[in-house]
């Protein structure tokens, strides 16, 4: 560590604590002693810091706090379409934006096409035949209209088969209507959806069916709890992230389109080898923890690591159940074996 100091034995300590080493040549074998290790005096160690901590198998909950906007569920819309040619005899005042309940009247229509088939109903009902009335009913229906609703005068009242907002509406008095043509249509709002933008490295932590919590803007303190119902399967190009879709219950019709949310997302907790986050080592081409084994002796071990969460990181290779690694004073040991050259133990090499 300090290439001004010499000593004269091996034995010896250096002013960092750590003992000498005796010079060793590719000639030289001697199996016994083991792998290579950086040896510290044990009465040295608080010293320096060293702290140890041992990898441990726990569950990894973890949470990612991300942004997004409330969108209308777009499988909540209703069409509301003539069904035969007429005409726009009446209006309600209703306009684009407005917030309506289910059964609210869009317009009055009259359709000449209705008045005989309302006759034809009336003459049939009069035969009792059963058969004759189902089949002409039948018609009425076909028409848009329900048997005897326009009292003969082929005036019927067009509403709203669900509540939510009028996204498009072109009833308009005295307007000449085709047949099939839109007169509105309404988005719901008993349910919305939540738009997140998921980090493209993080997208794979995202799930369907995963629970989420949202706080909006508009009402600070009251958390909305939902669930994923999609990730949707372009990324963005220029920002690097997946949208996902949440859907929200939305009691009282609070939550409007074009709110800002803040989106909690929580993963299930699952096994996973630990070790504390401070102990890696991460030197940019590889990551490391620097092992510590019997008698003040440490050396450095190649990991591969996942998850961060709560000052734990999840080890997927290099590691097992019980070793012991430095969680503190680590990098002036992983320096040391660097310049003494001592090489990192594999993933996948012999724990021994």
Do not use: C
């Amino acid at each position: 560590m300090v290439p001004q100091e010499h000593y004269s034995s091996a034995d010896a300590l250096s002013s960092m604590g750590m003992k000498a080493f005796k010079p060793k040549y590719a000639d030289e074998t001697d199996a016994a002693a083991g792998p290579p290790t950086v040896t510290v005096d044990p009465g040295a160690q608080q010293n320096l810091g060293i702290r140890i901590a041992t990898a441990t198998t726990g569950t990894l909950a973890g949470a990612l706090d991300v942004t997004g906007t409330v969108d209308f569920n777009q499988r909540d819309i209703a069409i509301v379409q003539a069904r035969s040619a007429g005409f726009v005899q009446r209006v309600y005042r209703r306009a684009p934006g407005d917030v309506i309940p289910a059964g609210a009247p869009i317009a009055d229509l009259l359709v000449p096409e209705w008045v005989g088939a309302e006759a034809e109903y009336r003459a049939v009902r009069r035969t009792g035949d059963r058969a004759l009335i189902a089949a002409a009913g039948q018609r009425l229906r076909l028409l848009g209209i329900p048997a005897g609703q326009t009292g003969g005068r082929g005036v019927v009242t067009v509403r709203s088969p669900i509540s939510g907002v009028i996204q498009t509406l072109d009833a308009r008095a005295g307007v000449t209507l085709a047949q099939g043509q839109t007169l509105a249509q309404i988005n719901g709002l008993g349910t919305v959806w939540l738009n997140a933008a998921i980090p493209e490295a993080q997208a794979g932590q995202v799930r369907v069916g995963q629970s989420v919590t949202a706080d909006l803007t508009a009402f600070p303190g009251e958390p909305f709890g939902g669930r994923v119902v999609a990730v949707l399967p372009t990324a963005s190009t220029e920002s690097r992230t997946l949208t996902v879709r949440v859907e929200l219950p939305n009691r009282g019709t609070r939550l409007r389109p074009g709110m800002f949310a803040t989106v909690h997302l929580t993963n299930d907790g699952r096994l996973a080898l630990l070790v504390p986050s401070e102990a890696v080592i991460r030197t940019g081409k590889r990551t490391l923890v620097m092992l510590a084994e019997r008698k003040g002796r440490y050396r450095p071990a190649e990991v591969r690591v996942g998850r961060d969460v709560g000052g734990q990181t999840e080890v997927l290779a290099g590691l097992s159940p019980g070793e012991k690694v430095v969680a503190s004073g680590q990098f002036l040991l992983d320096s040391e074996a660097s310049l003494s050259g001592i090489p990192a133990r594999p993933i996948g090499g012999d724990s021994k």
